[in-house]
């Protein structure tokens, strides 16, 4: 009847192990689950926003902002690239040349 209870050195250790190796897996699952935890904090930090660093929609409109700007420079530079009857940057470069060859042709 006492043999039931008494544990021989082989169930100490296998039970020692088991144990060892639950609480193993246990720290394992809650380390992940931190770590995950973490992540999704630095997500929503960056998605909403923190007081030092704006948030994706701040960043976006500040961006379309940039690109807007950025857009209306371009017109304004490819307007003077081409002819456009004679205000242009281009126009100004072929009346040169023409000047230049023109007289080119006169001191010949």
């Not at 950025?70 to 009857?85: D, H, P, R, V, Y």
Request: contains cysteine.
């Amino acid at each position: 009847m006492y043999n039931c209870f008494i544990m021989s050195s082989m169930n100490i250790i296998l039970t020692v192990g088991g144990v060892a190796t639950a609480l193993a897996a246990i720290g394992y699952i809650l380390a992940r689950g931190l770590k995950f935890i973490q992540s999704a904090t630095r997500f929503m930090d960056d998605w909403y926003g923190t007081e030092e660093y704006p948030g994706v929609v701040e960043r976006l409109a500040h961006g379309n902002a940039r690109f807007d700007c950025i857009e209306g420079e371009l017109k304004i530079i490819k307007e003077e690239l081409f002819n456009n009857s004679g205000s242009s940057l281009r126009d100004a470069i072929d009346r040169i040349e023409e000047a230049v060859s023109k007289k080119d042709k006169e001191q010949f």
